[in-house]
């Protein structure tokens, strides 16, 4: 079993920032445009949002494993309700790899399997190092080649 | 390359030009309103919003060009952005045909083919003319015919040599019975389903092609329509109340006399100063039964006008279905391509012994809507459901594994504290703002949880059948879903905090079924851990050995060419 790289969390905890600072924004807003909304409640939101985004980022990477097995790709996840995952090679359709740019600043890539199906159709494994990815999405690709299928539907 | 029907050109360039001289006649009252535009503006840009409306709508039927040709179906379309899109025949999963009055009456209709891929439709013909419906059919179901006999002959061969492991997708179905049938050619059709599934085949209809597996007579379909409860229809109706006020307060007034008020105003004032709770009480009863009345005739029309006329047959390697009083659908489900089977029962279907079949394909079925995706036979004996549903994809008797008894605790605690949260704030509402002192009567709540949680309890299971996995839920709406292991995707095990204090899990298994309403995803609930994480591992074996199995037929067929 293989966990994310440490610094995962850092991209949780910045994603996290973001968005409550967004909804921040939204806030001042309204506040500015629409009804009036007490500071505290507002800096109390942030703060809470954010305090909630660190601790949710540190559970996550503990939790989050995932592994190469025989015949699928398994994944165990989820900090609240905990879901393993297991993704068989032959339903893989394609895989990507992806960098958004917060990923980018801290020097991180993802890997995103698709299959068919309709709940997870997109399994995201976040968190990897740039050249891991890359070996990992080629791991991914051979493997779902040996496994071909007929039609992956 | 051919072109839409020139009638629904037609229809379309009027329907654009009328749309045109909408527009341009707003657009200019508006103008003129507001910019004191000359008297002959507004006509002149109605008539210039007809004119580019109309020649936009007939550039796009000139661009618009599709093709048959060998194994794939050419369309080219856009007026300004150009598209040219392929669609491989193989890969095609239904083919849906609609018909909306205009179009009957012009003796047009309007073709859908779905793949896999996408969230949209992929292919869309509005409108072609009937005979050219017939034509496509033919060339998408032939060619769909082929390449089934190969892969089941194939299958089949495979099948003997690996005993266990592969089983083909539907070489035991008639329609595809193999080689023989379909290289010797030529007659074989109508005939080769020896005994019709349905015994409710009433009367004889114009069946062209293919054998009648289900019809409805009238009296079926209004056994039907009143034992489906649509649960859209009190929204619908209760949203289409506004529409008929005047009747509406002519029945509450009515209603308010039987329940003796003395009215010398509106129903509104009585409502608001009205002392007596009992006579209030009687009024409100009434209107609520009268309501829900309604709702069910709302109901009980829908569903006549969307099933009137249903029927199912089979041709070869397809279902076809055909339905509808206003809107005719019609359309083409390949076998070999159903992902999943549904057999559905609510309360008052189990009690009478009825059951609802629907399948699923990766792509979308049974028309554009979300409530009838699928339904391969609206209601029949559940006996006739079953053997149609092993005729589609065969499994032995279903055997369904309970969950343990502590999932039943599960329920319980939590209708318990549904309960509570409810008359907490039946509390909270009475003592801060209505004062009557009835909020008590929101305990009464807790009379039903210990039967509802024993009920949702009895109707969950699971059981892992030679070839499919099989999950039953829900007591209202008992649903059974039958899960071929060839055609799983992802396997998941979910356990949330009150879950995991009980040791129990949720194992889901996903499939490629399109219908995001009724989901692709079976699952067995409330399982014990241990036993989830045995299933998933067998589920995975399974669809390897599976899929390995449909594989060595697929090789078996390639050395054969």
Same mark, same amino acid.
């Given at each position: ?153 | ?103 009957? %009456? &012009?003796?047009? /209709?309007? !073709?859908?083919?779905?793949? #896999?891929?996408?969230?949209? $439709?992929? @292919?869309? *013909? ?94 079926? %379909? &209004?056994?039907? /329509?009143? !034992?489906?409860?649509?649960? #859209?229809?009190?929204?619908? $109706?209760? @949203?289409? *109340? ?112 009825? @059951?609802? *079949? ?204």
């Amino acid at each position: 079993m293989e966990s994310l790289h440490p610094r995962v969390r850092l991209l949780w905890i910045l994603s996290t920032v973001i968005q409550a600072s967004v909804l921040g924004v939204i806030a001042y807003l309204v506040d500015r445009f629409a009804v009036s909304l007490p500071q505290t409640v507002v800096v109390g939101g942030w703060v809470v949002l954010v305090v909630l985004g660190v601790v949710h980022a540190i559970a996550a990477h503990r939790i989050w494993r995932f592994d190469l097995q025989d015949d699928a790709l398994f994944l165990l996840r989820g900090v609240v309700t905990r879901t393993d995952t297991s993704v068989p090679y032959v339903r893989v359709q394609h895989v990507d790899t992806t960098r958004g740019p917060v990923e980018r600043a801290i020097g991180l890539a993802s890997v995103v399997v698709y299959t068919a199906g309709t709940r997870g159709a997109d399994i995201t494994i976040p968190g990897l190092r740039p050249e891991r990815a890359t070996e990992l999405r080629e791991q991914l690709r051979d493997l779902a080649n040996e496994s071909e299928a007929t039609d992956a539907v | 390359m051919n072109r839409l029907h020139p009638r629904s050109a037609v229809v379309r360039i009027a329907r654009a030009t009328l749309q045109g001289g909408f527009f341009g006649f707003f657009g200019g009252s508006l103008g003129s309103g507001m910019f004191a535009l000359p008297w002959f503006a507004v006509p002149a840009l109605a008539v210039l919003g007809a004119v580019v409306f109309s020649g936009y709508a007939l550039a796009r039927y000139l661009r618009f060009q599709y093709e048959l040709d060998g194994d794939t179906l050419t369309v080219e379309s856009g007026v300004f952005a150009r598209q040219s899109r392929q669609i491989p025949l193989g890969r095609v999963q239904n083919l849906d045909v609609e018909q909306n009055i205009l179009n009957r %009456l &012009l003796g047009l /209709a309007i !073709v859908r083919f779905e793949t #896999a891929g996408g969230s949209a $439709t992929e @292919a869309t *013909l509005d409108a072609v003319d009937e005979a050219e419906v017939k034509r496509l059919r033919n060339y998408v179901r032939t060619h769909d015919r082929d390449e089934a006999a190969e892969t089941a002959a194939a299958t089949s061969d495979a099948v003997s040599e690996t005993a266990t492991a592969g089983r083909s997708a539907h070489a035991d179905l008639p329609g595809v019975t193999g080689p023989t049938s379909t290289h010797t050619g030529g007659a074989q059709t109508a005939n080769d389903l020896e005994e019709p599934v349905s015994a409710s085949v009433t009367e004889e209809r114009d069946q062209p092609d293919g054998s009648l597996l289900f019809a409805f007579d009238q009296r079926e %379909l &209004l056994t039907y /329509a009143l !034992v489906s409860v649509r649960p #859209a229809a009190p929204v619908l $109706t209760l @949203a289409s *109340l506004p529409l008929g006020m005047d009747v509406v307060w002519a029945v509450l007034r009515f209603n308010a006399t039987l329940a003796g008020a003395s009215l010398s105003g509106p129903v509104v004032r009585w409502l608001a100063s009205s002392p007596e709770t009992t006579r209030l009480a009687v009024f409100a009863v009434l209107s609520v039964v009268q309501f829900f009345l309604l709702a069910l005739v709302v109901s009980v029309a829908l569903t006549v006008v969307e099933y009137y006329g249903f029927q199912l047959t089979q041709a070869d390697g397809d279902l076809r279905y055909e339905r509808g009083l206003l809107r005719r659908y019609s359309g083409n489900i390949p076998l070999e391509k159903v992902q999943t089977v549904t057999i559905r029962e609510n309360v008052l279907m189990r009690q009478f012994g009825y @059951a609802t *079949l629907a399948v699923e394909t990766a792509g979308y079925s049974g028309g554009n809507q979300q409530s009838s995706q699928g339904v391969a036979v609206p209601l029949a004996p559940r006996e006739e459901v079953y053997e149609l549903a092993r005729d589609i994809e065969p499994f032995g008797d279903l055997d369904f594994d309970r969950s343990p008894k502590r999932a039943r605790r599960r329920y319980l605690a939590r209708f318990s504290l549904a309960a509570a949260g409810l008359t907490a704030v039946a509390y909270a509402v009475d003592s801060m703002l209505l004062e009557t002192g009835y909020w008590w009567l929101t305990a009464l709540l807790f009379l039903p949880v210990v039967p509802a949680a024993h009920l949702r309890w009895r109707h969950r299971g699971f059981d892992l059948d030679e070839s499919v996995l099989a999950t039953r839920s829900g007591f209202w709406r008992r649903t059974t879903r039958i899960v071929p292991y060839y055609r799983l995707q992802t396997v998941f095990v979910t356990r949330s905090p009150f879950q995991r204090r009980r040791d129990l899990a949720t194992v889901g298994a996903d499939t490629a079924s399109s219908s995001s309403l009724l989901g692709g995803v079976a699952r067995v609930y409330d399982i014990d851990e241990g036993t989830a994480k045995e299933l998933r591992d067998t589920l995975r074996e399974r669809l390897t050995a599976h899929v390995a199995g449909l594989r060595t037929g697929d090789r078996a067929s390639d050395a054969e060419a």
